[in-house]
């Protein structure tokens, strides 16, 4: 689905460029779950955020069922984004005035869809709820629930656990670990120990490269 | 469409500080530029009536008249056909004309002008340019009173016949206090000059070039309508017309943009700061598939609704404070969205194009 040759991506800031990420290869399929770990600054988000087309790599080639997003239009990608390719953000990042429902439907849900989505993540009685209204727990599990509107063919988490307790981060796991089930491609980046469970791959970067070789876990 | 002006709505509502004051920004502009074209308006009016009073400064003689003799006697042997009147009202060459018949007689042992005031033309609906005549009487000027000892009610002697004194002006400091005021046809019988002028006296319009020497313009242009005519222009009312005109204007078109000026500058750095603090918003936006034009459509949404809330409230101030509409009310309603969409474009245009990965990252 998703495929990675020798990206890089080199930020040209100060005197020094900075490569984030270094002659990367990976290969993400339907049904693939891939934990990347690593400290901060290693390059789990830009790695996140180049699979999310976000960001344009600088060097290597990235495909998508084959095609190369990046000579295509931002309106093409946008609408990748939009259709294919759901995002959770560390925080969640909800817009604080919408309700939860409303928040959802901003990933393409209809009402209808926001609900069940939002029942799916266990959150069917805070829908009308603003987000200073839940939980922190319940604020990434409803940015979970946005990510799945539309069904997405991928599923890209940066950080979600990082900012709650166990028995939370545990939920979100699930909500993932389902997902992946369900057919989606997900792609976890954590610092920490977080571990969804089940056939997932897990490798880790440091300084844009990949230092462990990939295993899986049981 | 709905969803989006439920994002817009629910923007406001949580940054309502910012969006009171940006819409109260935009409601004292409107109100300002009402007030001022209001204040325009009445100061327009007022101009009329103060330039009314000031009289005619056009006087428009037969050709054959001396002209010295008519500065020394304000009479002239010549004359002009009744219809000269009709020729110049079609060739709008003046804002107000009035026929005038007018000649001197000896009377209880003085002399005073006879003068027949004939219907004011061309622009006579804004009151009376010339002392107003009775069907039922003369009425005099403060002198031939005093010199006749006459006063209203009282009958005088005049050729053709006596006449009831309808009304006694008083002093006004010109040669209205020697003259005898009665209906132009009235006088043209009395005087023999039946379907004849001696003189129009008219009120400069601005309907001519603006050119240095326009005495010599209205010369030409009378002349093609009434061939040798001789046009006397008074250049001190003229100047103090103009003077007066280009002080009203000066007024009436300062204060109303001035203050759209400034607000639209204050709603220009609230858009700014506006953006700033959602640039994660629009970042996330854009890393759930919001195109950059879905993105801009709501940053700009914001600042249509508190123009167009601006413009209603601003509409609401001024239909209780003012009286009668005018063409500019509906032009601020339309103006003052577009005026704070224009004002947050730019802002809105860096916010919805910023990178999606730096925004997240902030």
């Known amino acids: ?218 | 469409m709905e969803r989006l002006v439920q994002l817009v709505l629910g923007e406001l509502r949580w940054r309502w500080g910012t969006a009171v004051v940006a819409t109260g920004l935009v409601v004292v502009a409107c109100v300002v530029v009402l007030f001022a074209d209001a204040i325009a308006r009445g100061a327009a009016d007022a101009t009329r009536r103060i330039q009314r009073d000031i009289g005619t400064n056009l006087v428009i003689l037969p050709g054959d008249t001396d002209v010295t003799d008519w500065w020394l006697l304000r009479s002239t042997r010549g004359h002009l056909p009744q219809d000269a009147v009709d020729r110049l009202e079609q060739a709008g060459l003046a804002g107000r004309l009035i026929p005038v018949v007018r000649g001197s007689i000896e009377q209880g042992g003085g002399e005073f002008l006879l003068v027949g005031i004939g219907r004011e033309r061309a622009g006579g609906r804004r009151g009376a340019l010339a002392p107003s005549t009775s069907d039922s009487g003369a009425v005099i000027g403060s002198e031939v009173a005093s010199l006749l000892e006459l006063q209203s009610g009282s009958s005088m002697q005049l050729p053709g016949g006596a006449v009831e004194v309808h009304d006694v002006l008083l002093p006004q400091g010109s040669l209205d206090d020697i003259s005898i005021f009665l209906p132009l046809e009235d006088v043209q019988r009395r005087l023999g000059l039946e379907g004849r002028l001696t003189q129009i006296d008219a009120l400069e319009c601005r309907c001519g070039p603006d050119i240095d020497d326009p005495l010599a313009w209205l010369q030409t242009e009378v002349g093609k309508v009434l061939p040798a005519a001789q046009v006397i222009r008074r250049q001190a009312p003229a100047e103090a017309r103009r003077r007066q005109r280009a002080l009203a204007d000066a007024a009436a078109s300062g204060a109303g943009p001035a203050a759209a000026l400034v607000a639209m500058c204050i709603v220009a750095g609230l858009a700014w700061l506006n953006v700033r603090e959602r640039r994660t918003e629009c970042g996330v936006l854009r890393a759930l598939g919001w195109t950059r034009t879905s993105v801009l459509v709501v940053l700009l949404g914001r600042w249509c609704m508190v123009g167009v809330a601006g413009a209603i409230i601003a509409l609401g101030i001024a239909a209780a404070m003012l009286k009668g509409f005018s063409a500019v009310w509906w032009w601020a309603l339309l103006a003052a969205p577009v005026a704070a969409v224009a004002v947050g474009a730019v802002p809105a245009l860096v916010g919805a194009s910023a990178d999606p990965v730096e925004a997240l990252r902030e």
């Open chain 1, 1 to 218: 689905m998703i495929e990675l040759h020798a990206v890089s991506r080199v930020f040209a800031t100060g005197t020094e460029p900075v490569r984030a990420i270094d002659a990367l290869s990976l290969r993400v399929d339907a049904g693939d779950g891939l934990v990347v770990r690593g400290p901060s600054g290693s390059g789990k988000s830009t790695l996140l955020h180049i699979l999310g087309l976000m960001l344009h790599p600088t060097g290597g080639v990235m495909e998508l069922d084959g095609e190369r997003p990046w000579s295509r239009t931002p309106a093409w990608r946008a609408g990748v984004r939009r259709g294919r390719i759901g995002f959770v953000f560390q925080g969640g990042h909800l817009l604080p005035w919408l309700t939860l429902r409303d928040n959802v439907m901003l990933g393409g849900a209809t009402a209808d869809e926001a609900h069940e989505l939002l029942d799916r993540v266990g959150l069917q009685t805070r829908c009308g709820h603003k987000p200073s209204q839940v939980s922190g727990g319940e604020r990434q599990r409803a940015a979970v629930a946005r990510a799945l509107a539309g069904a997405p063919d991928v599923l890209l988490a940066d950080e979600p656990t990082g900012t709650l307790d166990a028995e939370n981060a545990c939920a979100v796991l699930d909500l993932l670990e389902d997902a992946r089930v369900g057919g989606a491609a997900v792609v976890l980046a954590t610092h920490g120990a977080a571990d969804p469970g089940g056939n997932w791959t897990s490798i880790k970067l440091d300084h844009g490269c990949i230092v462990t070789p990939l295993e899986t876990q049981s």
